[in-house]
């Protein structure tokens, strides 16, 4: 992959999209070439961030703002209704403090120790999440939307897997 395309070394390569479209695959695929040329190469998967929300999770599924439902292979999901106020209004600030924390620690210190950072999942997916949670689409013209994309490091490369949900299932 990193022939093909002549990636830059110490960048940070983001791979976002829906679940199903094969980003861990290529994520890791890509690592694999970059560490092939001798570059100092790190994966980062960054989906769930629980430092903080993990407790505002909990006390929500307390309060009735959590649904869980039972799938028919057996397994379960749970749906957040934090659409809600106050909800609302003060979960984009813990996904935030929580991503903060994360970036941080697994992104911002890895490219200064000049390794190059593929990671699977970033700030992007976590946004849209926080949109269909609060039922806010246009969350990201706001100043905790703004904050949460201001976490991207300039250069950033970032690639956006779609697929139709048919095939995403399989």
């Known amino acids: 992959i990193s022939r ?9 390569y983001c791979i976002i999209g829906i679940d199903g479209s094969g980003k861990t695959t290529h994520a ?21 961030v629980y430092f903080f929300s993990l407790p505002f999770m909990f006390l929500c599924r307390l309060l009735g703002f959590t649904k869980i439902h039972n799938l028919p292979n057996g397994k379960t ?22 991503l903060l ?12 120790r000049g390794y190059t950072v593929v990671a ?3 700030v992007h997916d976590v946004l849209v999440d926080l949109m269909v949670d609060i039922n806010n689409f ?7 939307g703004q904050l949460i994309l201001k ?3 300039p250069k ?15």
């Open 138 to 144: 246009n969350l990201y013209k706001s100043l905790v």
């Open 4 to 12: 093909i395309f002549r990636l830059p070394i110490g960048n940070l």
């Open 120 to 122: 699977d999942r970033f």
């Open 77 to 98: 999901c749970s749906e957040h209704l934090y659409y809600k106020k106050p909800v609302a209004l003060i979960w984009p600030w813990i996904q935030f403090l929580d």
């Open 28 to 48: 890791k695929k890509l690592v694999s070439e970059l560490t092939l040329s001798r570059n100092k190469c790190k994966y980062v998967w960054l989906r769930s």
């Open 156 to 170: 950033t490369i970032v690639f956006l897997f779609d697929v139709n949900k048919e095939t995403a299932l399989k």
């Open 151 to 153: 976490l991207v490091p």
């Open 101 to 112: 924390f994360l970036v941080s620690l697994k992104i911002y210190v890895p490219l200064v």
